[in-house]
């Protein structure tokens, strides 16, 4: 019996040339497939995770703001209410004295508590930001500042401003708020300004005259809480699909600028 011909062993090796190259080339495709299948679980992984972890800052700044609004309503209500009540209650014990020169101390006492609690009841949960809005709101914030420490703290806007909604302007002020509160307590600065602008995007730029300082390692730093502050400032610009940028120079002083979409 005559074996396989020239030809038909050429067609052989022919075909198992080609069943390898499908091989191959099945084998390569089910490759990037199955990389591409993994990018894309991996991808989706991280979304659900940030979109939990921003889900689980909006809940702690909610919380946080909720219980800032239910402390200032019973500072100005409850506290505030029964101290107005001894402020009234000395007043007419005065008018009955022979001397009411000698509770004039204890009134001015009564109405230095019921300002400095009027002036914590504010910033727990600013009335003029519900009211009027986040530029007014930051004007009366360097106002009182100034006001408390005596240093020049200014505030300027450029451009027009429409309302946002009302967690973003709080988000807003509270970052304005960290970040001033924490020049004033830490920068050792001889002036503060505050600058808002807006257009296609709004800018809040903080600056100071102090000694500066260094974020990565503030933002690393949870002795005594001290990088709390920051913490909660960068959480709530992720939120605002916003970003910070920091300039700071030691002994030459600092720039915070927050930038987010309008």
Not at 47 to 64: I, N, P, V
Not at 92 to 101: G, H, I, K, S, V
Not at 197 to 222: C, P, Y
Request: proline fraction near 3%.
């Amino acid at each position: 019996m005559a074996g396989p011909s020239e030809y038909q062993i050429g067609l052989l090796i022919a075909a198992g040339t080609v069943g390898m190259l499908l091989l191959a080339i099945a084998i390569i495709l089910f490759m990037v497939f199955y990389q591409k299948r993994m990018i894309e679980e991996q991808y989706n992984r991280q979304k659900l995770e940030l979109a939990y972890q921003q889900k689980m800052m909006d809940a702690a700044l909610e919380s946080q703001e909720s219980e800032r609004k239910r402390v200032a309503g019973d500072l100005h209500d409850s506290l505030g209410g029964m101290l107005s009540a001894v402020r009234v209650g000395i007043t007419t014990l005065a008018r009955q004295l022979p001397n009411p020169q000698v509770l004039e101390q204890q009134k001015y006492m009564i109405d230095e508590t019921i300002n400095t609690l009027r002036s914590i009841s504010r910033d727990l949960m600013p009335s003029t930001l519900e009211k009027f809005g986040l530029v007014h709101a930051l004007r009366e914030l360097c106002e009182q500042l100034h006001k408390t420490t005596m240093m020049p703290i200014t505030f300027n806007e450029h451009g027009e401003f429409e309302r946002l909604a009302p967690k973003k302007e709080l988000m807003v002020f509270r970052i304005a708020q960290e970040l001033t509160n924490n020049a004033v307590k830490h920068a050792q600065a001889r002036s503060i300004n505050v600058i808002l602008s807006g257009s296609s995007k709004l800018e809040m730029a903080i600056e100071d005259d102090g000694v500066g300082f260094d974020a990565e390692a503030q933002r690393t730093d949870r002795k005594f809480g001290k990088g709390l502050g920051l913490f909660n400032i960068e959480n709530r610009a992720r939120l605002l699909n916003g970003k910070l940028e920091y300039t700071s120079t030691r002994e030459k002083g600092s720039k915070i600028i927050l930038t987010m979409p309008l």
